[in-house]
């Protein structure tokens, strides 16, 4: 069964700086899809990236980029230049791309606090 | 473009009590899923549809839970009768197809039983 392991349940960095968040996974497939979601306290999840697992490039969105090692089956998010709207529980997800039941795997998450 | 909409965004019954929660999601998006996070955890999936059909209802606790979604858009997710430890906050979400460009959730409805 594929898992998802977030082996930081808590992380802190002063704002404007860079920090990353890791995520491993364990799968035997080879087709698959890679998402960090953002949760702020009270507030609603926002999906932040996603990486498709045969593409080598690894994904950015502005701030945010990953480091996709997938023969390590690591999947990092790095926020550079981290504001105080960043503070937010950070999960990682997993989601085979084969038959018909495609569900999210989630890790457990990581909580970061941006300090000013 | 509006987001999923939930309602309510709080609900406070006695044990026992049934209750309801309904979602709107993002037009276009023909799968919905329903799950239930409780605090400090990711979310646990309890019930997914494609269109009408609930394709994967294994996590649904089915004797006192129960889902619908009839015409294929909005959605009913109901706890009868509620039991202490169904607290938690429940999302919704919405995707077009498998899913693959990642899910898209509402701001959840948070349930305490008392």
Known sequence: AQTVTQSQPEMSVQEAETVTLSCTYDTSENNYYLFWYKQPPSRQMILVIRQEAYKQQNATENRFSVNFQKAAKSFSLKISDSQLGDTAMYFCAFMENAGNNRKLIWGLGTSLAVNP | EAGVVQSPRYKIIEKKQPVAFWCNPISGHNTLY?????????????????????????????????????????????????????????????????????????????????
Do not use: H
């Not at chain 2, 009408?52 to 959605?75: H, Y």
């Not at chain 2, 109901?78 to 039991?83: D, F, L, V």
């Open chain 2, 34 to 114: 329903w799950y239930r996070q409780n605090l400090g955890q990711g979310p646990e999936l309890l019930i997914r549809y494609e269109n009408e059909e609930a394709v994967d209802d294994s996590q649904l606790p089915k004797d006192r839970f129960s889902a619908e979604r009839l015409k294929g858009v909005d959605s009913t997710l109901k706890i009868q009768p509620a039991e202490l430890g169904d607290s938690a906050v429940y999302l919704c979400a919405s995707s077009f197809m498998t899913g693959l460009n990642g899910q898209y959730f509402g701001p959840g409805t948070r349930l305490t039983v008392l």
